[in-house]
């Protein structure tokens, strides 16, 4: 009973910006980490960035500085704020939450495209 939505893919030049949303509803554990990940083509699914319900924060060392993880708990929503974006960038982007009380869970969404053009 726990869906997971992204939005704000799209096609973006390089160099440009571009926020991605992902709200999570359901019966949701309090304490749990939101992220982000991505697939490019012929690679492999990769971490992005994460966030847990304190605030903690982790994010790709290639791609800190460009790219921002943000949470609202109300909410159950992440945030990802993408800048000085490059073709590499280029991928399907996917939203994982994941807790481990009573055990483990773990929900992904569908993803959102993000084109970045040259």
């Known amino acids: 009973q726990v869906q997971v939505v992204e939005s704000g893919g799209g096609l973006v030049q390089a160099g440009g910006s571009l926020k991605l949303s992902c709200a999570a509803s359901?019966?949701?554990?309090?304490?749990?980490?939101m992220a982000w990940y991505r697939q490019a083509p012929g690679k492999q699914r990769e971490l992005v960035a994460s966030?847990?319900?304190?605030?903690?924060?982790n994010y790709d060392d290639s791609l800190r500085g460009r790219f921002t993880i943000s949470r609202d708990d109300d909410k159950n929503a992440i945030y990802l704020q993408m800048n000085m974006m490059k073709p590499e960038d280029t991928a399907l982007y996917y939203c994982n939450i994941k807790w481990a009380t009573p055990r483990f869970y773990s929900y992904w969404g569908q993803g959102t495209q993000v084109t970045v053009s040259s």
């Open positions: 966030i847990t319900s304190g605030g903690t924060t």
């Open positions: 359901g019966n949701i554990f309090t304490i749990n980490t």
